[in-house]
Each structure stands twice: as C-alpha cells, then as structure tokens.
C-alpha cells in the first residue's frame, strides 16, 4: 500500500512497505472495520426509530415491510467483500443490524400478506328500500 522512494547512485529505488514491517491492511480487515460501521449505524437508526411512541409501518404494494427483509437482502452484500470489501461491508453490517432489531417478526418476513383493511373504509351498498349491505 506505501512505497517509500530512497535515492542511490543509479536513482530512487520503490521498497514496498510490506517488506519493511509495515503492515498493508488486508482487504478483510477493511471489510471488518466496515462492518462494523454499517452496525453501528443500524443500530442509531433502530433506536431512533424504536423510541418512537407509534413507530410508522412501511406498506409496498398494500403489503408490509419488515426492517428484517430489507436487512436480510442489504446482508447479501456481503458475497462482494472481496471485489468492493468497504461498501459490501458497511451494507452487510447495516443488514445485520436490521435484521437482529426485527428478528421477533422474522416468521412473518417475506409472506407478503396484504394489509387488513380497516372496517371503517369498507364500502357499503344501499338497496333501493334503503337498508344498508355489506
């Protein structure tokens, strides 16, 4: 990662820095270090929104959204970490603390079960005697 430039007669000489005791950081501890960002992150955003008195629900569609399936998919980032370890490392972190705050629902994650629709907008027909239908 450093190359240290020393001059002799025949010119400056390239010495890695790896061969004289300074340790290059692997793309690993990168990805690590990372990692640990896009958790801390996920876990400022989950406390932030769980200190919420009626935390809002995300519907796509008519159907909900749990943080653990965002989670779980952003987690997959991390089948990159060798190509692009820093940015599959942060998404991956940030998956995995989504995923740990919702891991109550995680039974419901990816069923796609449509939203209820609540009693009062349900539609109700009148007949011509004027009784209500359902």
Do not use: C
């Not at 705050?101 to 995680?106: C, F, L, T, V």
């Not at 796609?112 to 359902?134: A, G, M, R, T, Y």
């Amino acid at each position: 990662m450093f190359k240290f430039k020393f001059p002799n007669t025949k010119g400056p000489k390239e010495v890695n820095a790896i061969e004289h005791g300074t340790p290059d950081r692997s793309s690993i501890d990168k990805n690590k270090e990372a990692f640990q960002t896009g958790m801390d992150i996920a876990n400022l955003i989950t406390y932030f929104w769980n200190s919420q008195k009626t935390p809002g629900k995300v519907y796509l569609s008519n159907r909900r959204v749990h943080h653990g399936e965002i989670g779980s998919l952003l987690a997959l980032s991390n089948l990159f970490k060798k190509s692009q370890p820093i940015p599959a490392g942060i998404l991956s972190g940030l998956g995995e603390g989504l995923v740990k705050d919702d891991y109550a629902d995680k039974d419901v994650w990816f069923t796609f079960k449509k939203k209820d629709e609540p009693q009062s907008s349900k539609i109700h027909k009148v007949d011509l005697n004027n009784k209500k239908k359902e």
